[in-house]
């Protein structure tokens, strides 16, 4: 498993955080988005999603080196360790252990067809530091995933969505702040590290697929 971290990202969507690309064999092939939308498949993301080259090792020892309390995001691009739909139980753990202290949080499109992948899941947003949110492709889907109880739930949007919705079951879906504020960036939101919010997080599809995304 390869990354790519960069110390102070200049996203302006992140805002000046820790920010980690994980290697493209690691997106699961079951992914929606896949060839079809996906951000990171354009440039900027593109570019450092093709410079994930640091060992896993090396990898570890900078987000050990994150201070305390620090917000960083993994898998800007990618996803959790593992090949294509399967999750790498060792190096997901080790992964959330190395977090530490500091305010790690991540996506999963994976399909976590297995209840051991799910208790994993679980596991690391209820004892550790690190947050890890299910990537959900409809309203529909979120019900799903929010019934499984191990970890927060967001989901793409259509594009220009600025209000509140709700799931088929009447779970909020909040949308992204900084995609209608200039003001807001991840560093200042920080919602996405709150593994035990009672909403989903609606990320308005964006970028040179967007027509795609909202005709699904």
């Not at 080196?65 to 753990?93: E, H």
């Not at 989901?155 to 900084?178: A, Q």
């Amino acid at each position: 498993m390869k990354t790519k971290f960069i110390a102070r990202s200049t996203n302006r969507k992140l805002g000046p955080i820790p920010a980690v690309y994980a290697e493209k064999s690691s997106c699961p092939s079951s992914c929606p988005l896949m060839g079809a939308g996906c951000y990171a498949e354009f440039a900027p993301v593109a570019y450092h999603w093709k410079e994930t080259k640091t060992p896993w090792k090396v990898f570890l020892s900078e987000i050990e080196a994150i201070p305390a309390g620090s917000l960083w995001r993994y898998a800007v691009a990618g996803d959790l360790p593992g090949k294509g739909d399967n999750l790498d139980f060792q190096l997901t753990m080790e992964l959330a252990l190395a977090n530490g202290e500091s305010k790690g949080f991540t996506y999963t499109h994976k399909p976590l067809k297995h209840p051991e992948e799910k208790a994993l899941i679980k596991w690391v947003n209820t004892h550790t530091n690190f947050t890890i949110n299910l990537s959900a492709d409809s309203l529909e889907e979120c019900d799903e995933k929010l019934s499984w109880n191990i970890a927060p739930v967001v989901t793409v949007v259509r594009t220009g969505c600025t209000l509140c919705d709700s799931t088929p079951k009447g779970t909020t879906v909040m949308v992204c702040p900084e995609t209608y504020n200039p003001q807001v960036n991840c560093l200042t939101c920080k919602i996405c590290h709150n593994s035990k919010r009672d909403f989903i997080v609606g990320f308005p599809a964006h970028g040179t697929r967007k027509n795609k995304i909202n005709e699904r």
